[in-house]
């Protein structure tokens, strides 16, 4: 058995060093990219096992295919890349197919998920049905001198204090996760059942929307994109 690090086989030494994560959770091996913020770099699978492959290589939204006829990101990520999920702290395949979903023009929308009503005993009770969070998508130029198309979202988390009933209706604000004074009011109409959202800017009304179900209630919401103003990253 080796009695110093200097005894161990090249290998498992080159292991030793770059395997395991710093003290933020992310994989050593790994900085911020600049432009997108995403983590990029190289790094070990998430699977000790699969360490003597070697460390992968981890893409940021940089590298994202273009499409050859309207210029825009073909999805997010590199297709057939590996990305670091800062969500999950997990190390993701982009699988190719996932660019079948691409279609030019079409607005890109994540429809978002509703709250439930387990999901909190003081709150869920009344606000089970409205989503969790809106995600506004969009492209913008890179931050840098290729000014190349990146993919961006603005994330609005649901308010509870900012939650309304009356007679006829329930409504709640959206906040942006980043410093902005743009924000949305979703309604829900009790008779006849509908949904509808606001979107403003400070006391200006940018876009209203409204629909029958939730789903076709956002679909609309999101498809209206991202204002030049708004801020996203």
């Not at 290998?11 to 933020?24: C, L, M, T, V």
């Not at 273009?66 to 997010?76: A, F, L, N, Q, R």
């Not at 387990?118 to 995600?135: I, Q, T």
């Not at 959206?174 to 009790?190: G, P």
Request: net charge positive; glycine share 8%; aromatic share 8%.
């Amino acid at each position: 058995m080796p009695k110093h690090d200097n005894d161990l086989p090249p290998d498992i030494k080159k292991i030793a060093i770059q395997a395991g994560r710093r003290r933020n959770g992310v994989p050593k091996g790994l900085a911020r990219c600049r432009v997108c913020g995403d983590w990029k770099g190289r790094c070990f699978w998430n699977n000790p096992l699969d360490w003597h492959k070697g460390p992968t290589p981890i893409t940021c939204r940089c590298d994202a295919n273009i499409c050859h006829k309207c210029g825009e990101p073909i999805y997010e990520y590199r297709l057939g890349s590996n990305i670091y999920d800062e969500g999950s702290q997990q190390v993701l395949h982009v699988a190719g197919m996932l660019g079948m979903i691409h279609a030019c023009g079409r607005p890109r929308i994540e429809l978002p998920r509703q709250i439930e009503a387990d999901w909190d005993k003081k709150y869920a009770p009344v606000l089970a049905g409205f989503p969790v969070e809106l995600v506004y998508v969009g492209v913008r130029p890179r931050k840098d001198h290729t000014r190349k198309p990146i993919i961006v979202r603005a994330r609005y988390a649901f308010d509870p204090g900012s939650f309304l009933e009356a007679s006829k209706s329930k409504r709640m604000h959206y906040r942006s996760r980043l410093a902005s004074d743009f924000y949305v009011e979703v309604v829900f109409h009790k008779v006849p059942e509908r949904w509808g959202t606001l979107k403003s800017r400070g006391a200006e009304l940018i876009a209203a929307t409204s629909a029958a179900s939730f789903e076709e209630a956002m679909i609309n919401s999101l498809a209206i994109g991202l204002h030049p103003d708004e801020p996203a990253s």
